[in-house]
T-cell receptor, first 116, second 115 residues
Framework: GAGVSQTPSNKVTEKGKYVELRCDPISGHTALYWYRQSLGQGPEFLIY????????DSGLPNDRFFAVRPEGSVSTLKIQRTERGDSAVYLC??????????????FGQGTRLTVV | AQTVTQSQPEMSVQEAETVTLSCTYD???????LFWYKQPPSRQMILVIR??????QNATENRFSVNFQKAAKSFSLKISDSQLGDTAMYFCAFMTPNTGNQFYFGTGTSLTVIP
């Protein structure tokens, strides 16, 4: 597709379970970002990839959260031992470059995670 | 630390009228970019307009324009000739290459265009 694709669109899981959220960025985009948006809030940064490596993971809240991008395209956000406080919309964005004047981040529609 | 503040949680405007959404930010960086994103109920963030901090001229995109006051660290969005399709959440965002290119978002303003 032409845009950033995130799957699943919605995910309901039980407290304590493990979940994986997938992001398929725009083809050729080297930069990929994960954000978390809680109800009534703006998106909060989680992690940023440049190619295959995590260039900045300072936003990951704790060691239950982990993300990978093994081939520099698709990324997976992994959450272990989910808690009710993890319920939020998880947004992924990609960008063709980083730090340049014409940089624009293209967002997916997000995955709404609900932990019950 | 970089912070973005949107002090108007909700706003409304009559169709065809003009509305201004406020945003202030705080940073010690000199090289940065400012953005307004629109988020409709579909959840997808859509770029509305972008401003480079080194440019003094205010950015415009059709019915959307900004008032960028660098010294005051203010970046407001003006929407002219409001349309029903403008109804959405609007987020002000800040990005600097010096802090990993991450975007810092405000808490958003919910805009309703009234027919």
């Amino acid at each position: 597709g032409a845009g950033v694709s995130q799957t699943p669109s919605n995910k309901v899981t039980e407290k304590g379970k493990y979940v994986e959220l997938r992001c398929d960025p725009i083809s050729g985009h080297t930069a990929l970002y994960w954000y978390r948006q809680s109800l009534g809030q703006g998106p909060e940064f989680l992690i940023y990839f440049q190619g295959t490596g995590a260039a900045d993971d300072s936003g990951l809240p704790n060691d239950r959260f982990f993300a990978v991008r093994p081939e520099g395209s698709v990324s997976t956000l992994k959450i272990q031992r989910t808690e009710r406080g993890d319920s939020a919309v998880y947004l992924c964005a990609s960008s063709p470059s980083s730090g340049k004047a014409d940089t624009e981040a293209f967002f997916g529609q997000g995955t709404r995670l609900t932990v019950v | 630390a970089q912070t973005v503040t949107q002090s108007q949680p909700e706003m409304s405007v009559q169709e065809a009228e003009t509305v201004t959404l406020s945003c202030t930010y705080d940073t010690s960086e000199s090289n940065y970019y400012l953005f307004w994103y629109k988020q409709p109920p579909s959840r997808q963030m859509i770029l509305v307009i972008r401003q480079e901090a080194y440019k003094q001229q205010n950015a415009t995109e059709n019915r959307f324009s900004v008032n960028f006051q660098k010294a005051a660290k203010s970046f407001s969005l003006k929407i002219s000739d409001s349309q029903l399709g403008d109804t959405a959440m609007y987020f002000c965002a800040f990005m600097t290459p010096n802090t990993g290119n991450q975007f810092y978002f405000g808490t958003g303003t919910s805009l309703t265009v009234i027919p």
